[in-house]
């Protein structure tokens, strides 16, 4: 028997890249997941195959963030599946790089929907949901906790919301001993991050040689370090922001 088994687990923006590789994960370990997507219903299905094939239980659920309504419409759809939950991974997000001058009003605002008013009204509806000693983990940016290039700014404005949320929330549902934390990726090889990382050598090795380790993580270890934070052995981890980049911050 795995470490989640028995658990219920909600993993949104899971069709794909860092989403993908913690659903897998979390149905390996026996977690039932919820695969939530967005548009993409074929890579939804695939990561359902995926955790399928590995010998895990999954489903999928679709709903549009960053519009009216989302919250309501993404729970009706879970609630469909499953009576309960224990682990939510709010892992959802868009990206956003332009200069403050170049940063158009329709796109600043789409971004705070989708990564910020998102996660804190998906988790506000998910918590009446969520039995006593549940898990929430959001995913972050190493960005908030350095000014790395200029066009990141309303990036890392929409994410420095979700880390403030982290730990004032983890304040709110103690008592329940559920915990709650973020975890900050670097740049990783996902779709986001295709356009300008994936086939660029150059780019690849400049990431890598910020790190001690020398090298770009994989997804799957970002997913590694959500499993233990939703794992009975965090128990008494809440609160905190965990550094997933490979030490590319001093």
């Known amino acids: 028997m795995g470490a989640l088994t028995g658990k219920t687990a909600l993993v949104t923006g899971a069709s794909r890249g860092i989403g993908r590789a913690i659903a897998e994960r979390l149905g390996r370990d026996g977690a039932r997941v919820a695969v939530h997507y967005g ?31 989302d919250a309501a419409a993404l ?4 609630d469909r599946h499953a009576d309960g939950l224990d682990i939510l991974v709010n892992n959802a997000g868009i990206g956003l790089q332009a200069l403050i ?10 971004l705070f929907a989708v990564n910020t008013r998102a996660p804190f009204f998906v ?18 940016t190493l960005a908030t906790h350095a000014a790395l290039m200029p066009t990141l700014l309303a990036y890392t404005m929409s994410k420095s919301a979700v880390d403030a949320f982290t730990k004032f929330l983890s304040k709110s549902v103690g008592g329940r001993g559920i915990t709650v934390n973020a975890i900050a990726p670097g740049a990783l090889d996902t779709d986001m991050n295709a356009a300008w ?19 770009i993580p994989e997804v799957d270890e970002v997913a590694d370090t959500v499993a233990y934070l939703v794992s009975p052995r965090a128990g008494v981890l809440t609160g905190t922001y965990v550094d997933v980049s490979g030490g590319v911050l001093p």
């Not at 679709?62 to 009216?68: H, I, Q, S, T």
């Not at 001058?101 to 329709?106: S, V």
């Open 101 to 110: 001058e170049d940063t158009e009003e329709a796109d600043f605002d789409r």
């Open 75 to 78: 729970w009706a759809e879970f």
């Open 197 to 215: 990382l994936r086939d660029n050598d150059d780019a690849k090795a400049g990431i890598a040689a910020t790190s001690p380790l020398g090298r």
């Open 39 to 69: 548009s993409n219903e074929t890579a939804a299905k695939q990561t359902v195959a995926a955790v399928e094939a590995a010998g895990g239980e999954a489903f999928a659920i679709r709903a549009e963030l960053g519009v009216p309504g």
């Open 123 to 140: 988790t506000k509806m998910g918590l009446p949901r969520m039995r006593d000693g549940g898990r929430i983990v959001n995913v972050s």
